[in-house]
């Protein structure tokens, strides 16, 4: 008996020690660092040359009078459709608000004077991968006595580096030592970052081209900024080059596949302690069809269409300036609060003045890119992005995530974890949307700077 007492223990321990080499196996493995392949490419019109020039230039943002004749004739000969009673945005634009926004834009908007803000920070561009690439670089006044670290912020649609102009004096100065040289580049397609000419220019292409130019700028290890596009790209840099990322701070995140997610949709209105949310993330997520499924379709139809037919879909827009603006401005009504679809005015001006937001649509259009822009979701959903190498590996940088309240689909931390393995902070932010820099510039820079000191160890 007491043999077969002591084999019993035996095997008991054994089995336990080998599940406990088995758990630290699998912890070890989740934990170590995997990186996605760099690929290449060449986005030039015809063939690839057999050399590059990889000289940075200075870029300068400029117009005529020539271009606010034509833009105000075209403005002129606008037809407009009446809306209907009380719709307010619900039916999206509402054209009788957008009169007063183009009567502004016709008869007050200054134009020169705004490409003057624009110009005031230092315009680059440079050649990679037969591409023009566009980027402002701006520098610290004083950094005598600071540690200055490379930061990158890349911005999304349909916004531009314009999105960030608020910000960057707020993370170029001084924060207890801490002061950010911040790169904000146009994604190719985007703004005065020339279009790809050929197919398959993805967040991949994108993220190995802005690699390309943090090399360039002769930044070994930076810092990345995203939210829209804009995560997406920043993550996938930190996917290709782990060791080049000291780490990623994001506004806009999403991880909603796998049984983790399905089983804390179950149990989490009930017993969310069980699953890993809070309050705030019960208060955020539920109702879940109502807030994630049927918000979100009532939402993404400019989706559908981007991603199947971007050429028909930016056709009309790309010939009409009210058009156009009427069909990026709703975006930033809806995407700040999805409230402002019951007001008459959207609530536009609650959060942007009519000059920041014209100058975003001005960017677009004097630069003939919105179907280019339209053209990154076709490329980024002609297969099912699940299937993508990035969609299948982890990020194991220090990340910082930001949740704001009025973005689209709110992320838990417990299912972000998923993807991003190294989280340094999580904030529930207290107020704004989608456009996080253009909406709350101090509340960001806040975010990012307290992230930064965790990883830096201030």
């Known amino acids: ?144 006595n600071q540690k200055v670290l490379p930061l990158m912020l890349v911005h999304g649609w349909p916004g531009s580096f314009y999105e960030f102009y608020k910000i960057l004096p707020l993370l170029t100065e001084n924060h207890d030592g801490v002061v950010f040289e911040v790169i904000c580049p146009s994604i190719p397609g985007y703004g005065f970052s020339e279009a790809p000419h050929k197919q398959g220019f993805d967040s991949l292409a994108a993220a190995r081209i802005f690699l390309t130019l943090m090399e360039r700028l002769g930044f070994s290890k930076f810092y990345l900024q995203g939210g829209d596009w804009g995560s997406l790209i920043t993550t996938n840099m930190a996917q290709m080059k782990p060791q080049c990322v000291k780490g990623l701070h994001l506004n806009m995140f999403i991880s909603t596949k796998g049984f983790k997610v399905m089983f804390s949709l179950m149990i989490g209105p009930y017993l969310p302690f069980l699953v890993g949310f809070s309050r705030e993330d019960v208060r955020r997520l539920f109702p879940f069809f109502e807030k994630n499924v049927w918000d979100i379709l009532r939402e993404t139809g400019y989706m559908h269409i981007q991603a199947t037919k971007p050429d028909t879909a930016g056709c009309g827009v790309n010939d009409s300036p009210v058009g156009l603006a009427a069909y990026l401005l709703e975006k930033f009504s809806s995407w700040t609060d999805l409230r402002n679809r019951d007001l008459v005015d959207g609530g536009l001006e609650r959060k942007f003045s009519l000059d920041d937001l014209l100058t975003n649509v001005m960017i677009y259009w004097t630069t003939g890119s919105i179907v280019s822009s339209m053209r990154f979701y076709k490329e980024n959903f002609k297969s099912n992005p699940d299937n993508r190498v990035d969609a299948k590996t982890g990020i194991f940088v220090p990340t910082g995530l930001a949740a704001f309240p009025g973005e689209l689909m709110h992320c838990p931390k417990t299912w972000a974890q998923i993807r991003y393995r190294n989280i340094y902070s999580y904030t529930f932010m207290p107020r704004g949307g989608h456009f996080a820099a253009f909406e709350e510039p101090q509340l960001l820079a806040n975010d990012i700077v307290q992230f930064v000191k965790k990883v830096e160890e201030f």
């Open 1 to 144: 008996l007491y043999l077969e007492q002591q084999i019993y223990f035996l095997l008991i321990g054994s089995a336990v020690a080998a599940g406990g080499i088995l758990l630290a196996y699998i912890v070890h493995k989740r934990r170590q660092v995997k990186s996605i392949p760099l690929g290449e490419g060449w986005w030039g019109a015809g063939e690839k040359p057999l050399s590059e020039d990889d000289t940075i230039y200075p870029f300068k943002v400029q117009t005529s009078d020539k271009e606010i004749k034509d833009i105000h004739e075209r403005i002129d000969r606008t037809r407009y459709t009446d809306p209907l009673e009380d719709s307010c945005f619900q039916y999206g634009f509402n054209s009788t608000y957008l009169k007063k926004v183009v009567s502004y834009w016709r008869n007050e908007f200054d134009w020169k004077k705004q490409v003057a803000v624009l110009n005031k920070f230092q315009h680059f561009k440079t050649k990679i991968e037969g591409l023009d690439v566009h980027f402002i670089h701006v520098r610290p006044p004083h950094r005598e």
